[in-house]
């Protein structure tokens, strides 16, 4: 793990933040995708032993910043869904990439639910199903941040 | 390196560390609000990321604002001489009755209501969290923005400052569920909260008993009564009024006047100072605060 291909790991870190960030009209912003969840769990998939866990709970603790929610709830949520990745990788990784979208979506389908269990839990949230139409833009994301992401990895020779 | 032979503590020791450490955060952070003084660090460290977020936006603007025709620019500048001289004439107007106003307060021996610091910010972000109504300003610490700060727009009550990082802060808006204004019915002064739901365009009012005389249309401006938002600006216009009598309570909502969804600038306002030089108060560019000392 040379410190070139850790500095490549954490811009495409940094460029997943800035999207999750990047100000969009409200009517799009609802299907706004994870890109922050997208990026782990493919560098989760790719390296699990360079991202695991902890990267997700600090990246999940940056966006809590970002975002102005409170503090921890989607770190939480993060790791719990890298979690499942980190234990399954070897399966996941020989699937073909529309089975890896579909388990992709039931991931981020659980992130948001955790995410909005918390927020009930601390500001009495009402469930609307707009909070769920994030998973849909995820599914469909995944095979090109996957092509995109094993092109980096590949070119940059990242182990 | 070799996936087959794992390094460091579990996935399982891992989960159960970050999990254990995020509760702790949320106890903090929520329960006992131990933060405060750590967001506005974090807020300023993550600023650099917010502003080149932003960059694409801000290009966008600029462009929009640079290739128009003069044609437009004529009609625009036109358009806005004859606004000025409108508003110039209801100026004049106010100041009389202002006057007035105040030889009135002076009589009855009441304070004097003099003119607040404004300051002229423009939004930076919007957060994508659906459970959280906030935005984040290009104004922080070092214009001297404070927490608990009123934020308004051209129409009316916007939210108020939730975190002071250096050079930016974030807003909390009126239509955040932990958000609430004390308001009074402009018509006949009927006391009421107006808190958000979670709902960009609606806000609700709990503990309004059927007798209160509320009606459609009617116009909700700050009582002042919390302290934190000046007296008089509107906040929102009654939107419906549920009077079921099986209920405790009427059933009120209410549509913020504020574009709270289109907002791009925004006016932070400074208790008053009683001085009544309003307009050289306005402060347009954090230099020119300087040179108004």
């Known amino acids: 793990m040379t410190i070139a291909s850790r500095l490549i790991i954490l811009l495409t870190f940094l460029v997943a933040l800035m999207a999750s960030i990047m100000p969009l009209p409200l009517s799009v912003d609802a299907f706004r ?15 699990p032993n360079r991202v695991n866990v902890i990267s997700a709970g600090v990246m999940g603790f940056i966006l809590d910043v970002l975002l102005g929610s409170t503090l921890g709830v989607h770190a939480a949520a993060m790791a719990i869904s890298v979690y499942i990745v980190a234990g399954n990788f070897q399966k996941i990784r020989n699937f073909s990439i529309w089975q890896q979208a579909l388990i992709v979506g039931v991931l981020s389908a659980l992130y948001h639910l955790i995410v909005f269990w918390l927020q009930r839990f601390l500001t009495d949230a009402v469930f609307l199903p707009s909070y769920l139409y994030p998973v849909l833009t995820t599914i469909i994301l995944w095979p090109w941040v996957f092509l995109l992401l094993r092109k980096i990895r590949r070119n940059f020779r990242i182990k | 390196m070799n996936p087959i032979f794992k390094h460091g503590p579990s996935p399982q020791h891992r989960l159960i560390l970050v999990l254990f450490c995020s509760g702790l955060l949320i106890f903090f952070d929520h329960k006992a609000n131990s933060f405060e003084f750590a967001r506005g660090y974090l807020q300023s460290m993550v600023s650099p990321l917010q502003y080149l977020a932003t960059a694409p936006k801000q290009m966008m603007n600029w462009a929009a604002e640079n290739i128009v025709t003069r044609r437009q620019l004529i009609a625009d500048n036109e358009q806005y001489k004859i606004n000025e001289l409108a508003f110039h004439e209801q100026a004049l107007q106010l100041q009389i009755v202002q006057r007035e106003n105040d030889r009135l307060r002076a009589l009855l021996a009441s304070p004097l209501r003099g003119d607040a610091k404004k300051m002229v910010a423009e939004i930076l972000a919007v957060d994508s969290d659906p459970y959280t109504h906030q935005v984040v300003i290009n104004r922080g610490a070092n214009d001297g923005v404070y927490e608990g700060q009123a934020v308004i727009d051209d129409e009316g009550i916007v939210g108020q400052i939730l975190h002071v990082g250096t050079t930016s802060s974030r807003v909390l808006l009126i239509t955040d569920v932990t958000h609430a204004v004390p308001v009074r019915v402009s018509r ?40 934190k938002f000046p007296e008089g600006y509107p906040v929102a216009k009654v939107t419906s009024v549920l009077q079921d009598e099986s209920r405790a309570f009427s059933q009120i909502q209410s549509q913020p006047v504020a574009k709270i969804d289109r907002l791009r600038y925004v006016l932070l306002l400074w208790p008053e100072q009683n001085n009544l030089q309003a307009t050289k108060n306005i402060v347009l560019k954090p230099d020119e605060k300087a040179k108004n000392k």
């Open chain 2, 188 to 227: 006949n002064g009927v006391r009421l909260i107006a808190s958000g739901v979670g709902v960009i365009d609606t806000l609700g009012h709990n503990h309004v008993p059927h007798s209160a005389d509320i009606r459609v249309d009617d116009m909700l401006v700050t009582s002042g009564l919390g302290g």
């Open chain 1, 33 to 47: 995708p994870d890109w922050v969840l997208i990026v782990l769990l493919y560098w989760c998939l790719a390296l």
